[in-house]
């Protein structure tokens, strides 16, 4: 099958799989909303809702935190089978036997994640919760590979010229798997249900860096805003927040020297320089919203938009390393035709 009539073929599974990227993502977004709200444990049972079975479950008992919980359970069943869907529909029509395997993988990672996130309610285990984020995290980035694979784009980028450098590449990896980890350190902070553990900034708890002997945590606990149905802070809190803000200076400082780097090596009208110009302007919107996040007591909207940033950062760290080592698997593909051909003429 030729690379036209293959881009046809996929066409419809092209944008399926588009569609099933955007309900993921939409998937975090409930998600989000469930911890901001703290109502992850609203619906105490499962797979059932209350008894109900949870398709069954009426609507007029979807108050207060049920309605975020209930709907992130329904939407997670959606998602769960359109990724079905999806799964099946490579291992029938995609003849690139790498994709059916991610299309499997895809299948099993949906399963994986509903099972945490029942046992998660099951067991009332606030660290399978974190869990439970970063393996969304990582298969939101799964659906969205599988919409570039099947895209009419990835055999053009092939096309593009593929003089991506390799220091440039690996610091662009780094980069992401910086994020990456900086997630899980959003994901345990959120599990902890402990509201903001420093609720100021720049400073933190008027210092640069914060006291964490026990009067000192005994103080804050004592003069926070969140006085009713909130864990005390801990040591490890606060020390882990602060944690998360290093990270975020070293994020910011690390996507703009890719961004300048990808600009230099690559031009500007080079779409991965440009591409890398985007991730620059995501990653300064989500410095803001972690910003808003503190200024704004962890309101939950604020919170939840923090939390998809995020994701799409992660997720654009991810396309950059998947384009450009397609572009450089390309020049090495090429390098070796021409050396070929000049051997052959040789002889």
Not at 256 to 280: E, I, N, Y
Request: net charge positive.
């Amino acid at each position: 099958m030729n690379n036209g009539s293959l881009e046809n073929n996929n066409c419809w599974l092209h944008r399926f799989a588009v569609l099933a990227a955007i309900s993921t993502f939409l998937l975090l977004g409930a998600g989000g909303l469930v911890t901001s709200h703290e109502a992850g444990m609203a619906v105490p049972d499962w797979p059932n809702s209350f008894g109900y079975n949870m398709f069954a479950f009426p609507p007029s008992k979807w108050i207060g935190g049920i309605f975020y919980e209930h709907t992130h359970r329904l939407w997670a069943s959606v998602v769960g089978f359109m990724t079905t869907i999806l799964a099946v529909w490579l291992l029938l029509k995609d003849p690139r036997k790498w994709m059916k395997w991610l299309g499997v993988a895809a299948f099993l990672l949906v399963v994986a994640q509903g099972v945490l996130g029942g046992l998660r309610v099951v067991l009332k285990d606030n660290n399978l919760g974190a869990v439970h984020g970063v393996v969304g995290q990582s298969f939101f980035v799964l659906m969205c590979s599988l919409a570039l694979f099947t895209s009419g784009l990835w055999r053009k980028i092939s096309e593009q010229k593929p003089n991506v450098p390799r220091h440039l590449r690996t610091l662009v990896l780094a980069t992401t798997l910086l994020i990456f980890c900086q997630l899980i350190l959003g994901a345990t902070m959120r599990a902890q249900h402990a509201g903001l553990s420093i609720s100021d900034f720049p400073l933190a708890h008027g210092q640069l860096w914060p006291a964490t002997s026990p009067d000192a945590i005994q103080h804050y606990n004592a003069g926070r805003m969140e006085i009713t149905n909130v864990n005390p802070i801990t040591a490890f809190d606060v020390i882990l927040q602060m944690v998360h803000r290093l990270c975020a200076l070293l994020i910011f400082l690390s996507v703009t020297a890719c961004a300048v780097l990808a600009v230099r090596a690559l031009g500007k009208s080079d779409a991965l320089a440009k591409f890398a110009l985007f991730w620059l302007a995501l990653i300064t919107a989500q410095v803001g919203l972690g910003i808003w996040t503190v200024l704004s007591n962890k309101a939950a909207d604020v919170a939840t938009l923090h939390l998809l940033v995020g994701a799409l950062s992660l997720m654009t760290g991810a396309f950059w390393c998947i384009i450009a080592f397609r572009r450089s698997v390309k020049a090495t593909v090429t390098q070796n035709e021409t050396f070929g051909a000049f051997g052959n003429l040789a002889k």
